[in-house]
C-alpha cells in the first residue's frame, strides 16, 4: 500500500502548484484550466490500475497512450462500445478475427475494445490526437510482430499467404474439381479432350486417336516414325491442363471469403478460414504481456475497459507528461 501511495502521489512528477506556473498551464483558458485541474483529480482517482503500470517505465521514458477522434471537444469521458463495427477491415475476417482472439484471450478485442497507439500520429486518418486513460480495471493486447494488424488481414495480404504459405490447405478440394479427369483437358501438341469424355489419361489417348484419326496425328507430327506405336507414344506425351491453376483457384477462395463468404462450400469456407486464423497465430503473434513495451513499440494497441478519460494531445499532452513524470 505504501508504495502504491508513492507511485501515485504527485512527488513522481511535478506538483500542482509548480505545474500552474508552466508556460503550458498559462497559456489556457481559464475554463480549460480549471477542467483540466478537475480531470487530474479524476485521472489519479478513478486510473490507478493504468497509473501503477505507467510507472513502471524507467530512465526518461514518459509513456502515454493516444486515440484518435472526431469531435470530441477538449477533454471528457466515454463509454467503450462492446459492439464495434470494423471501418476497414471486412466483415467476415472482423468475425474470424474476433473469435480467434477470444480463445487465446477470453475477450472479444476485436469488437470490444478501444484501439490505441503510443504514437499520437498512429491514427491520424480518424481524428484528432486524444491522450487516453482507462477508468478501472483494463486488460490489452498488441503485437509485437506488427504496427497495424490491417496490413496482414487484407484481402491481397490472405490471397498472399494463401497461395505462397498454405497451399497444402486446398489440395484435396482442388484436386476433386481440377484433378486428372475433372474439370480441364488431356492435351497433345494441336489435339484435346476434355476431362469430361476421359477420366484417365489411356481414355483420353484413345479418344484423341478415334476423334484425330492416326493419319491426321501423324501428318501434324513429322517427327513421328512409320512403325511407331503411337498409342505408346501418346501415353508419354498426352499432358492434363486444368481449366484452373492451383493458384488461381486459392486466390479465388479467399477473394470470397473477404468479399462474401456465402458464395463459399463448408469445406471451402473452413479452408479460407483456416488461413485467416494461421496468418493471426503466427504472424501477428499477440500478446497481454508489458503494456510499457508496447507503447514505446507506437504499434497498434487493443485496450479492453468499460470506459476512459480523453484529453486534447495539443494542450495537454507536455502538462500531462510534466505533472505524471517531470523527473
Known sequence: MKLERYLLTEK???????????????DLQISDQRE????????????????????R?????????????????????????KDREP????????????????????IRYRSQSLFVSGDDNWGSSYGHPYVIFPIGKFSFIWSPAVRDSYSKVSESALVRYARDEYPHYF??????????GKRGRWVYSFHSVR????????????????????????????????????????????EWEPDEEMNEYISLIMRKFVEDSAQLTSEEYEMARSVLEKSIIDRLKYTDKNLIAAIESRHEIMLYCDSYYYLDEY????????????R
Do not use: W
Not at 489440395?171 to 486428372?180: D, N, P, S, V
Not at 495537454?316 to 517531470?326: A, E, I, K, P
Open 12 to 26: 513522481t512528477g511535478m506538483t500542482l502548484s509548480d505545474l500552474r506556473k508552466t508556460k503550458d498551464y498559462k
Open 36 to 55: 483540466f485541474e478537475r480531470m487530474l483529480k479524476l485521472i489519479k482517482k478513478d486510473c490507478k490500475p493504468f497509473l501503477r503500470e505507467l510507472k
Open 57 to 81: 517505465a524507467g530512465g526518461n521514458k514518459e509513456p502515454l497512450l493516444y486515440r484518435n477522434m472526431h469531435n470530441a471537444g477538449t477533454m471528457g469521458q466515454k463509454d467503450v462500445r
Open 87 to 106: 471501418r476497414d477491415t471486412r466483415r467476415e475476417v472482423h468475425k474470424v478475427f474476433d473469435e480467434t482472439l477470444e480463445e487465446f484471450f477470453d
Open 171 to 180: 489440395k484435396e478440394e482442388y484436386e476433386k474439381l481440377f484433378g486428372e
Open 195 to 238: 476431362g469430361d469424355y476421359a477420366s484417365t489419361k489411356k481414355e483420353a489417348v484413345k479418344k484423341i486417336i478415334e476423334l484425330y484419326g492416326d493419319d491426321d496425328i501423324r501428318d501434324r507430327n513429322p517427327h513421328l516414325k512409320e512403325g511407331d506405336n503411337l498409342e505408346k507414344m501418346l501415353m508419354k506425351t498426352v
Open 315 to 326: 494542450n495537454f499532452s507536455r502538462l500531462l507528461r510534466d505533472y505524471f513524470y517531470n
